[in-house]
T-cell receptor, first 108, second 117 residues
Framework: RKEVEQDPGPFNVPEGATVAFNCTYS??????FFWYRQDCRKEPKLLMS???SGNEDGRFTAQLNRASQYISLLIRDSKLSDSATYLC?????????FGTGTKLQVIP | DAGVIQSPRHEVTEMGQEVTLRCKPI?????LFWYRQTMMRGLELLIY????????DSGMPEDRFSAKMPNASFSTLKIQPSEPRDSAVYFC???????????????FGPGTRLTVL
């Protein structure tokens, strides 16, 4: 089983829709969790950290479920500019693992 | 402040040639990472340094790959000899290991797009 698994997508959603991605992980010792965003032909950039209690940043909500070993990202009121690949990232002891990403395409 | 700087941005070379990729991390960052990204395998960590010392090179695919960090402001990733399967985007990233920011907040350079013919 891969350390980090994401549905590659693409998720094609209309503007204004709500979309959610999950990311499952296999190492229960993972300590910290993050979502990165990568635009086409660009470098990955940190979107938000994921806290156990769940956290929001504007239209974005991230949640962590340690019991089921997954993290999620919810995007409300999707904008065209949200089109990108979203990578989940886990940090363990001395190690950071990136998922292969979920591609989101927001359609006018 | 300047971000992570990588050069060249694009490299096209022929199989068997030596390729050297360069990275200048953000000033003050004590961790430096080299990644490779392909469509098939996603983002793979090749090697990372802490205070210029290689900590984990288990991701380096084979002996053809080598990385150095002679000082806190410069690192190289060398491929010798290069092969077509090395074609990928190579990212360098850096971060500060202290507290106060999410400890996995890595700042990526723009990447080097390598094509080996």
């Amino acid at each position: 089983r891969k350390e980090v698994e994401q549905d590659p997508g693409p998720f094609n959603v209309p503007e204004g829709a709500t979309v959610a991605f999950n990311c499952t992980y296999s190492n229960s010792a993972s300590q910290s969790f993050f979502w990165y965003r990568q635009d086409c032909r660009k470098e990955p950039k940190l979107l938000m950290s994921v806290y156990s209690s769940g956290n929001e940043d504007g239209r974005f909500t991230a949640q962590l479920n340690r019991a089921s070993q997954y993290i999620s990202l919810l995007i409300r009121d999707s904008k065209l500019s949200d089109s990108a690949t979203y990578l989940c990232v886990l940090r363990g002891y001395q190690k950071v693992t990136f998922g292969t990403g979920t591609k989101l395409q927001v359609i006018p | 402040d300047a971000g992570v700087i990588q050069s060249p941005r694009h490299e096209v070379t022929e199989m068997g040639q030596e390729v050297t990729l360069r990275c200048k991390p953000i000033s003050g960052h004590d961790y430096l990472f080299w990644y490779r990204q392909t469509m098939m395998r996603g983002l793979e960590l090749l090697i990372y340094f802490n205070n210029n010392v290689p900590i984990d090179d288990s991701g380096m695919p084979e002996d053809r790959f080598s990385a150095k960090m002679p000082n806190a402001s410069f690192s190289t990733l060398k491929i010798q000899p290069s092969e077509p399967r090395d074609s990928a985007v190579y990212f360098c990233a850096s971060r500060f290991g202290g507290t106060g920011v999410p400890s996995a907040t890595q700042y990526f350079g723009p990447g080097t797009r390598l094509t080996v013919l």
